[in-house]
């Protein structure tokens, strides 16, 4: 079992401290906006997840990725919990790439490997699109 802590530090702030021992400072106060909120983090957590696995599945094809940007995009319910509801990824990729490989591999991440996908698609549809980019002259 993995635990992370998290700790009151004044205001609506906390530090967190995750199972590996990384802190993160999280700032709920949306108006003082000192550090992502909760939900901001959901959205970076599902960019890096389905980074990683798009980057790795590449290397394993032999691809010659030079850059990946993950852009995460996402509607909430007006309601409580405010969950997503409604997320767009666009992966926007440079290098010398095979459009299938690419394809796949966010395939891959989006319906097997990423974690967060999984999660996040109980309460929300996700789409996702991508560009592939020139390589760097």
């Known amino acids: 079992m993995q635990t992370a802590n998290v700790k009151w530090i004044g205001e609506e702030k906390f530090v967190g401290i995750s199972p590996s021992g ?3 400072t999280i700032d709920s ?3 003082s906006n000192k550090a992502p909120g909760p939900m901001e983090l959901l959205l970076l957590a599902l960019g890096a997840c389905t980074a990683t696995d798009v980057v790795v599945i ?4 032999r691809q010659k990725l030079e850059t ?3 852009i995460c995009s996402g509607e ?3 309601e409580p919990p405010t969950v997503w509801t409604k997320l767009e990824v666009l992966y926007r ?3 010398a790439l095979d459009d299938a490989a690419v ?3 966010i395939e891959l991440s989006e319906e097997k490997y990423c974690g967060v996908v999984a999660t996040l698609k109980k309460t929300a549809t996700l789409t996702w699109r991508y560009e592939i980019l ?3 002259k």
């Not at 590449?58 to 094809?61: I, S, V």
């Open 22 to 24: 990384h802190a993160v």
């Open 29 to 31: 106060d949306r108006s």
């Open 58 to 61: 590449l290397e394993k094809k």
């Open 68 to 70: 990946l940007e993950v």
């Open 76 to 78: 909430r319910a007006t």
């Open 93 to 95: 990729l440079r290098g």
């Open 103 to 105: 394809k796949h591999a």
């Open 134 to 136: 020139p390589p760097a």
